[in-house]
């Protein structure tokens, strides 16, 4: 009885510590956010960092986003076009695939696209530098690290996912009209017209909104968890890995809770 006395006390004791423990980081990311913000607006500004990071996230995520979107519109249009035929309604295929590029799949499948190639890469390179010391002597130097490091990444993500999903959201429906019309055999005018018809401001404004928070999810959470990389170059692997996750999990969950209450 005192054995599993104690042993039970160990268990609660340990998932009391993780709790504590998920909580402090929890608190120090969302910190560390805030910070990044303030400093994007306070001297000296590092414009030079913020384009190298527009260049960085932008430019070298735009061919695997092109083929996103792409093929993304082309399986949706097919299995939708399925679907509909069984009512005699193919004809709206088009506008119910810009729809849900515009909304859903443009914004999440970009972000996660580019969590997998950009967010890993700033996980890595912030985690090289903490465990080499050289956020160590920035900071010998008197310079801000968040200025330095988190600022110009996390107003790249925001500035650049947008962008990005927008060329998703096209290319999405470029290989929709390349199913539908040229494959299927929908009337281009009408595949056009009702894209016109479903398509709604508010749905490119809500998918615009999911690309920043998105955008924001992805470059911190990178930042944050290879500035916070311990153990070498076994922890900047640890660090790199639970970034990817982790901004992944995140985004799929703001997805869910902007939608909730956009609709509400």
Known sequence: ???????LTASIERMGAGAITSVNGVGRCGIQFGQAL?????????????????EF???KSLGVVILTGLFTGMVMTFQTYRALRDFSSESIVGGLVAVSMVRELGPVLSSLMVNARAGSAVAAEM???K???????????SVNPIQYLFTPRVLAGMIMLPLLTAIADLMGIVGGYMVGVRLLGVDPGIFFAKIIDFLKFGDIAQGSVKAVVFGAILTHIGAYKGFNATGGAEGVGRATTEAVVMSAVLILFSDYLITVFWQS
Not at 1 to 7: E, G, P, T
Not at 38 to 54: E, G, H, I, M, S
Request: aromatic share 10%.
């Open 131 to 141: 465990v080499t010391e050289q956020i160590d002597a920035l900071m010998a130097l």
């Open 127 to 129: 985690g090289s530098m």
């Open 38 to 54: 303030v400093w994007a607006f306070r001297p000296p500004f590092r414009v030079r960092l913020l384009l190298k990071q527009l």
């Open 57 to 59: 996230i932008g430019n």
């Open 1 to 7: 009885m005192m054995q599993l006395a104690q042993f």
